[in-house]
């Protein structure tokens, strides 16, 4: 993504945090932002990244149902749950990332996070375990508040929202389609 003319650049490193690295015009990394929570740093996976106008960093984990965002300077304002609704969820092999910990809050694959130009946020949610890409459209108020959830009828893998106000849904794994949805005037749905 892009930040202020500045690219940043999500990472995994094996076996440790998921990070996010600023790159300056120089093609040298300029600063970080290490995305490390207590009960994700083994096995994160992937790490979401959106930016606001304002230049806000947007992370959303795929196998934890949490939401942290960034101030342009790279310090944390605010982090805030959600409780996501996976059907036919089965335990991944052990070795597989989230397969081990089995507290509940490891069933979810977030597909992907985007803010829209009045900061609400919207997150892609797996809602079939078994099915690719069959997910369910979360929506926050721009304070983390919960507001709607809704099951898509096509499958999806990654959501952007340009500066009109459209909807962009990519399937990557199963129709190779590109979606595109301009809400009803007054209607956020």
Not at 74 to 99: C, H, I, Q
Not at 136 to 158: M, S
Request: with cysteine.
């Amino acid at each position: 993504g892009i930040v202020k003319d500045q690219l940043f650049i999500g990472t995994k490193e094996t076996r440790s945090s998921a990070n996010i690295y600023f790159i300056g015009p120089d093609g040298n990394v300029a600063r970080k932002i290490e995305e490390c929570s207590p009960e994700s740093a083994v096995w994160e996976t992937r790490v979401n990244a959106a930016c606001a106008a304002d230049g806000r960093i947007f992370l959303a984990s795929e196998f934890l149902p949490a939401v942290r965002v960034y101030a342009p300077s790279g310090s944390l304002e605010m982090e805030f749950r959600y409780a996501p609704l996976t059907k036919n969820y089965v335990r991944p092999d052990p070795w597989m990332a989230g397969g081990i910990v089995d507290e509940g809050v490891h069933r979810v694959l977030c597909y992907d996070v985007a803010v829209d130009s009045e900061g609400s946020i919207y997150l892609l949610v797996s809602a079939d375990w078994k099915a690719n890409e069959l997910c369910r459209l979360y929506w926050f108020d721009p304070l983390g508040d919960f507001q709607e959830a809704v099951d898509l009828g096509f499958p999806c893998g990654n959501l952007e929202i340009d500066d009109a106000g459209r909807f962009y849904f990519l399937s990557q794994m199963a129709t190779g389609c590109l979606y595109r949805f301009t809400p009803a005037r007054g209607d956020r749905r």
